[in-house]
């Protein structure tokens, strides 16, 4: 579910900022211009699918909306080879899973973001998440 | 009878050789004596160090990352360049800024080449070295055969350029010229582009177990007003690791439309971006 049932909730917008300057755009083949790095959305949810392709992953969450409805949000996530060297694997995200993402959000309200870092069900961190 | 199979063979023997002759002279090959035993190791998975600005001596602000808003280097660019560049950077700032590679349909050439995100190789071999890139892919190959770049008829603008080089102890010098220009490729993000007439002098070097170095000068007489100095340096990763695939149009969900500007696809290929209502195909 989003934080408070908002799916486009800004929160610690200067940690966040200070985190992606600090592991650099998950962005790498295209412009980053349509993800507004100055805030983060929280997205807690099930995974639908985990798209470990190129030229960036995608993960597919579905996450409850303000009035209870599934919205499925997709996750754009680094390029599969940088993020294989950085401990992620093809099964890091299975179909099912209860996840927490942070997230840079589309600037226009669309229901996509840039990864920042996630929490899986049994507490394991990947990229840079902090409560 | 008998004279004229001898003038035939005579004729064909002389053709051989002046064919032999072109050849040789042409490209120089059999002129390297260089064997596998005395050039350097170069061997394992390498990455650069730092972020893909192409020069990171120059650029503004010093912590500044390509494809930002408003990051941009100095590069000696006569006025008509630094027009160019400047309009580049606007590009950027709007985000229409045209990277060939968001198109997933070229890889990046010479010499961007040398200032990718992802691993690389060199690959060492007596009459040739090759870079092999992951982004792209692409590969840069250098004849160190002795060969002299070809003549201006048999030359033309290609991505990866035409490299010639000489080992000089334990550093490759190597000319890359004929690459592709502006309009067809960049350096970096920021809006960085030359002339198809530069010419990139590399100095290739490990300068320590796990760094390699490339020192380059560029010169390019249609954008530049002096030689550019540009050093690169790359780590070498973990024992065991691997090049992989970047296959970029595998799952790009991040098209270009005619403005220059980049979509978001969701799963289905309907585009995301909430003022655009559009399926691409």
């Known amino acids: 579910m989003t934080k408070d049932k908002d799916p486009s909730r800004i929160v610690r917008p200067l940690l966040v900022a200070a985190l992606v300057f600090a592991c650099g755009s998950t962005v790498a083949h295209h412009s980053g211009n349509m993800f507004d790095r100055e805030q983060t959305v929280e997205l807690t ?50 179909p099912g899973d209860e996840v927490t993402i942070l997230a840079n959000p589309m600037r226009d309200g669309a229901k996509a973001g840039a990864f920042i870092g996630a929490r899986l069900a049994d507490g394991s961190i990947l990229g840079r998440f902090s409560e | 009878m008998q004279l ?29 004596s260089t064997s596998l035993e005395d050039l350097p190791d170069w061997g394992g998975v390498w990455q650069m ?42 590009r950027v700032r709007q985000g229409r800024f045209p990277d060939p590679l968001s198109t997933c349909g070229i890889f990046p050439g010479f010499p961007r080449t040398l200032n990718l995100p992802g691993a690389l190789e060199f690959v060492v071999r007596p009459e040739q070295v090759w870079i092999l890139t992951e982004d792209g892919p692409s590969i840069t190959r250098i004849f160190t055969d002795g ?33 592709k220009g502006a309009g067809d490729t960049i350096l970096d993000r920021t809006g960085l582009v030359l002339s198809e007439r530069a010419r990139i002098t590399t100095r290739l070097r490990r300068i320590d177990a796990s760094t390699m170095e ?63 209502e559009t399926r691409v195909e």
Request: hydrophobic residues 35%.
């Open chain 2, 49 to 90: 160090i730092g972020p893909t600005v192409f020069d990171r001596a120059t650029v503004e602000p010093p912590d500044g990352r390509a494809g930002r808003p408003g990051v941009r280097e100095h590069p000696p660019y006569n006025a008509e360049w630094e027009a160019k560049y400047l309009e580049n950077i606007d």
């Open chain 2, 214 to 276: 490339a020192r380059m000068i560029i010169e390019d007489p249609l954008a530049l007003t002096e030689p550019w100095p540009v050093t690169k340096q790359y780590e070498r990763l973990p024992e065991g690791s691997r090049m992989f695939d970047v296959a970029c149009a595998e799952n790009n969900r991040n098209p270009v439309d005619e403005s220059g500007r980049t979509l978001t696809l969701d799963a289905d290929g309907n585009v995301l971006d909430v003022d655009i």
């Open chain 1, 45 to 94: 949810g099930t995974v639908k699918d985990f798209q470990w392709t190129n030229p960036h992953i995608w993960i597919q969450v579905l996450v409850p909306g303000a009035e209870g409805q599934m919205e499925e949000w997709s996750i754009e996530g680094g390029v599969p080879n940088r993020l294989f060297r950085a401990g992620w694997r093809p099964t890091s995200f299975k």
């Open chain 2, 4 to 32: 004229v199979r001898i003038v035939m063979a005579s004729s064909k023997l002389a053709c051989l050789g002046v064919t032999a002759l072109l050849l040789f002279s042409r490209v120089g090959i059999a002129q390297s």
């Open chain 2, 147 to 179: 060969r002299s770049h070809p003549p201006p008829d048999e030359l033309w603008p290609t991505y990866s350029g035409e490299s010639v080089g000489r080992w000089e102890g334990d550093t490759l010098t190597f000319e890359t010229i004929g690459i």
